[in-house]
């Protein structure tokens, strides 16, 4: 299966992920992978080193950025310089708290959009009322040329269905989207330690496994949908920089 991983975290996303990009190359190299994905939350401060370190491994780099507009979490990716350009422009318009879904319209071009479908709002929004949910989900899409819904393993299997027949009815495209915050499942302990930290609580727990790690290609397979393989390697294509 021709996989590429575009929602990971790294430790630059503060508190949000135990992966280091060396670790997390190497095992993408190890996997037989080619193109590799990173969108930190709302910084590009890891780019340039991950930039270099997947050139130096061979892998094809595409870079991203996470930023939350209008209560909803969106991913960035760069498909070409004046993507970048744009996703500068875009964060600091974000960062100085005057973005809406317009101004994602507005600087748009040379960038893939994705949506997770991840996320508490959009699930119970469609769970509750699909009508109304498919007429706000039109209002906010609308006119996003590259827009894609990313669909997450870890997520309840009924809501990925739900999802999945919701894009299929409206027309949406659905890419393989898992949230990769570590690279082995052993690893979520990292995460485990840092919620102990901002909360000051006392780790009990010595070892824990956890599913946002880079996935095994059987469970990629399982899961994920020839059409979801495709459209993102749509986006792979697409990438020139």
């Known amino acids: 299966m021709n996989f590429t991983p575009l929602h990971v975290y790294s430790g630059y996303s503060f508190q949000k992920s135990g992966l280091k990009i060396d670790a997390f190359l190497d095992e993408c190299k190890k996997r037989g992978l080619t193109t590799v994905g990173i969108s930190e939350y709302e910084t590009l401060t890891s780019a340039p080193?991950?930039?270099?370190?997947?050139?130096?491994?061979?892998?094809?780099?595409?870079?991203?950025?996470?930023?939350?507009?209008?209560?909803?979490?969106?991913?960035?990716?760069?498909?070409?310089?004046?993507?970048?350009?744009?996703?500068?422009?875009?964060?600091?318009?974000?960062?100085?708290?005057?973005?809406?879904?317009?101004?994602?319209?507005?600087?748009?071009?040379?960038?893939?959009?994705?949506?997770?479908?991840?996320?508490?709002?959009?699930?119970?929004?469609?769970?509750?009322?699909?009508?109304?949910?498919?007429?706000?989900?039109?209002?906010?899409?609308?006119?996003?040329?590259?827009?894609?819904?990313?669909?997450?393993?870890?997520?309840?299997?009924?809501?990925?269905?739900?999802?999945?027949?919701?894009?299929?009815?409206?027309?949406?495209?659905?890419?393989?989207?898992?949230w990769i915050k570590y690279v082995k499942k052993e690893d979520a302990i990292i995460l485990e330690m840092m919620r102990a930290i901002e909360t000051k609580e006392v780790l009990e727990v010595k070892e824990l496994s956890g599913n946002d790690c880079v996935p095994e290609e059987q469970t990629l397979t399982d899961f994920y949908k020839e059409s979801e393989i495709s459209a993102l390697e749509e986006i792979v294509s697409k990438v020139d920089f």
């Open 49 to 178: 080193a991950f930039f270099h370190e997947a050139q130096k491994r061979g892998l094809k780099p595409i870079i991203g950025e996470d930023y939350e507009v209008d209560n909803l979490l969106f991913s960035f990716f760069v498909l070409n310089e004046t993507g970048y350009k744009n996703l500068l422009k875009l964060g600091l318009e974000i960062k100085n708290e005057k973005a809406t879904v317009e101004t994602i319209r507005e600087y748009q071009e040379g960038l893939a959009i994705v949506l997770t479908t991840k996320q508490d709002r959009l699930i119970t929004s469609l769970n509750t009322d699909e009508q109304t949910f498919a007429r706000k989900f039109a209002k906010v899409t609308r006119g996003l040329e590259n827009f894609y819904i990313g669909v997450d393993y870890n997520d309840d299997i009924q809501n990925c269905d739900h999802f999945r027949e919701f894009a299929f009815s409206h027309g949406y495209k659905l890419i393989a989207f898992p």
